[in-house]
């Protein structure tokens, strides 16, 4: 199983983004999925996650800025940015339970780097 993570990149502050996640592979069946993030110097972060009904979560810090959403059919779980600040500047990483011939394992994408710069 991989996850493919993309859409991060550099933008201004007041811009926005749109990240993307497709897991691929031997997949029977997934649960939560989600987004972190990890600053210079910080450790990793929550910052939303869904579940496979559609029910989230977003961490207090991008309420109302970011939304997360998903593409079962498809596999794929997206973030939307708004608004972006610099402190959005961080390794963004996805995140799924997927089960598989393997049972139910936890997986984690590479990160796409998202840089909120003037």
């Known amino acids: 199983v991989q996850l493919q993570a993309y859409g991060g990149g550099l933008v201004q502050p007041g811009g926005s983004l749109r990240l993307s996640c497709a897991a691929s592979?031997?997949?029977?069946?997934?649960?939560?999925m989600g987004w972190y993030r990890q600053a210079p110097g910080k450790q990793r972060e929550q910052v939303a996650i869904?579940?496979?009904?559609?029910?989230?979560r977003h961490a207090d810090s991008v309420k109302g800025r970011f939304t997360i959403s998903r593409d079962n059919a498809k596999n794929t779980v997206y973030l939307q940015m708004n608004t972006l600040k610099p402190e959005d500047t961080a390794v963004y990483y996805c995140?799924?339970?997927?089960?598989?011939?393997?049972?139910?394992?936890?997986?984690w994408g590479q990160g796409t780097l998202v840089t909120v710069s003037s």
């Open positions: 995140n799924a339970d997927i089960y598989n011939d393997y049972g139910w394992k936890n997986y």
């Open positions: 592979g031997s997949i029977f069946s997934m649960n939560v």
């Open positions: 869904i579940t496979t009904d559609g029910g989230t």
